[in-house]
């Protein structure tokens, strides 16, 4: 579930509190969660390694070690970095246990990787450019500006909502913020991406843009699933404001209507079917769509 937002927070939390702390031993408890699965070369070539910077990229977590490798972590649907000073919480679900010495006399952190479905996983490489480098650029970059994203636009035949979801074409969107600012710009999700015009095409900049801001002003966004939780265990406040996701049945905000559930892509789907209009020549191609999403 995390997207950009809850990623982007998570990174900072860690940022705060893992620089200049060194790994002095790791626990690979499930040994998939590391890419490859060697939990014991992923162990030995952390040891001793002290952490200089943190990062994202898209929805990637970046940890910089002072040897010139770099921690890549992907959290995707329930994975969580927690940062704690006593023994570890959730034992059941932990996957990978980093033990860290912080430079304070008898100093001592953990860095706990819990996630519950095994999804997870964590790459160490001293070459991050072969994991994020197909990466499309970052929607809140100063040179994602609506000028180039109406030239992405325009050479796609897609529909809207599966391209955005699209890691390659645009980084760090999902399911959750690709419906709120499809309901801002008062865009379809099933719109052909060719088809928006350049009002629609700066709506749709604008809405992306501000919804990740207020999301991450918001500390992300916590679902009812309670799974994403910042790095120091504190939820988000955004759920609070959404206005299409999660609210199918319940009256649009905006203009009243019924919000309506249903899937593109294998993906469930929030729209209001009174402010976001599907011209006729749009609805050629049913509600499911096809066309794969790299997470």
């Not at 972590?73 to 970095?81: D, Q, W």
């Not at 940062?83 to 952190?109: I, K, M, N």
């Not at 406040?237 to 959404?242: E, I, N, S, V």
Request: glycine share 12%.
């Amino acid at each position: 579930m995390p997207e950009l937002p809850e990623v982007e927070m998570v990174a900072r939390g860690l940022r705060a509190s893992l620089i200049g702390c060194t790994v002095t031993r790791v626990d690979v408890r499930w040994p998939r969660s590391v890419v490859p699965a060697d939990p014991a070369a992923f162990a030995r070539r952390l040891a001793g390694q002290t952490i200089t910077g943190v990062g994202r990229r898209g929805k990637w977590v970046l940890i910089a070690l002072e040897g010139g490798d770099v921690l890549l972590v992907h959290l995707r649907m329930t994975g969580r970095l927690l940062v704690e000073s006593a023994q570890c919480l959730d034992e059941r679900h932990l996957r990978v246990l980093f033990f860290l010495d912080d430079g304070r006399p008898h100093g001592r952190t953990w860095l706990q990787f819990v996630d519950q479905r095994k999804f997870g996983r964590m790459v160490l490489t001293n070459e991050p450019q072969q994991v994020v480098g197909d990466l499309g650029p970052e929607p809140l970059d100063d040179g994602f500006t609506p000028e180039r994203f109406g030239e992405m636009l325009a050479r796609r035949r897609g529909r809207i909502k599966p391209l955005l979801l699209n890691q390659r074409f645009l980084a760090g969107l999902g399911n959750i913020y690709t419906d709120e600012s499809l309901w801002r710009s008062r865009i379809h999700p099933l719109r052909r991406a060719d088809t928006l015009s350049p009002l629609e095409v700066q709506r749709l900049h604008g809405a992306i843009r501000s919804v990740l801001r207020e999301a991450i002003a918001s500390g992300g966004t916590t679902l009812s699933d309670g799974t994403y939780q910042q790095a120091d265990g504190e939820p988000g406040q955004f759920a609070g404001r959404l206005a299409v996701y999660g609210q199918a049945e319940q009256p649009c905000p905006r203009c009243g209507a019924t919000i309506e559930r249903i899937r593109v892509s294998q993906r469930g789907t929030h729209f209001c079917p009174g402010c976001q209009l599907l011209a006729r020549e749009n609805f050629k191609v049913g509600a499911i769509d096809s066309g794969g999403i790299l997470a």
